[in-house]
């Protein structure tokens, strides 16, 4: 790959070195770096290497089990990706002036989203962009802002709730239901009182940290007992429909779910809005400024 190639100029910081020191701490290893690459694993290594010595420091702890970044490797991480991405930027743009548009996309979302608005979204960007590569990166709240520090994704679908740090454009609202299994005293019932899940053992997503709903358990100084905690939806609607307890859960995340369980309005309703954030509308690369306006225009915006 051409942007793989060693710099006809000695003395800089050439972008070959960088690629091969990302892909390594991401992948683990010289080898899954070298495939994703396209390189040889004495390539990469040979890169890595000459990295480490012009830069002064060691990157990777080698053993047996693979490369792991040492700490002055993973504080230069961000830094490094935040120079490919600008390097890309770049490219990008050319591209574009040439008339062909290439590029990455890096996309941060909640599951939910992933798996309903963002597939329609892909296809018709792709159907006009098909030299984007598209990297989709399902994520909880706090991974998300993780992603966003760590420069390693350009544009990020979440569910909005302070605080909120970076820049965001509202998309669309969606209602919190109650999540209960078959049978359940309130499985006939037109609502769910949001107080009687403290009578109930509670389920709760985003390894308990699902801002949404805690701050919707607080606004209405409600306090359950949480009995199990999960990654994401589909976890905590198969507890429930295992009858382990009940949960509360974005109208959207739970479309899917319709056996086994029944899925009841709160009382009194409450709703939640889900954002597309970026990190900066000035140092946004071509292919995420272009994916942006495929999504706002989805969304009517």
């Not at 548009?101 to 608005?117: H, N």
Request: proline share 6%.
């Amino acid at each position: 790959m051409a942007w793989l190639s060693e710099p006809d100029k000695g003395g800089s910081m050439e972008t070959a070195r960088l690629r091969a020191f990302v892909e390594t701490a991401d992948k683990g290893s010289v080898k899954a770096a070298a495939d994703s690459l396209g390189y040889t694993p004495s390539a990469i290594s040979q890169l890595i290497t000459a990295l480490e010595k012009e830069l002064g420091i060691t990157l990777f702890v080698r053993s047996q089990k693979g490369m792991k970044p040492t700490t002055e490797g993973l504080e230069m991480l961000p830094v490094v990706r935040s120079y490919l991405t600008h390097e890309e930027e770049i490219y990008t743009y050319a591209a574009e002036l040439r008339g062909v548009t290439r590029g990455k996309l890096t996309i941060a979302s909640y599951p939910s989203i992933a798996t309903t608005w963002l597939p329609e979204i892909v296809r018709s960007f792709k159907n006009d962009y098909p030299g984007i590569h598209i990297n989709l990166m399902e994520s909880i709240k706090s991974d998300v802002f993780k992603h966003f520090e760590q420069n390693e994704a350009d544009l990020a679908f979440l569910a909005y709730s302070d605080p909120m740090p970076y820049e965001y454009i509202p998309l669309s609202s969606t209602s919190v239901i109650a999540a209960v299994p078959e049978g359940h005293r309130f499985a006939d019932a037109d609502s769910f009182p949001i107080k009687e899940c403290e009578n109930e053992d509670f389920i709760l997503g985003s390894w308990g940290r699902e801002m949404e709903i805690l701050e919707i358990l607080s606004k209405n100084n409600v306090h359950p007992e949480i009995k199990y905690t999960t990654y994401d939806t589909p976890a905590t609607l198969a507890m429930v429909r295992m009858g382990l307890g009940i949960s509360y859960v974005n109208e959207l995340s739970a479309q899917f779910w319709n056996e086994h369980l029944v899925k009841l309005p709160l009382d009194p309703p409450q709703k939640i809005t889900f954002v597309v954030a970026i990190p900066s509308r000035d140092h946004m690369t071509g292919a995420a400024r272009k994916f942006l306006d495929y999504t706002l225009k989805y969304f009517g915006k």
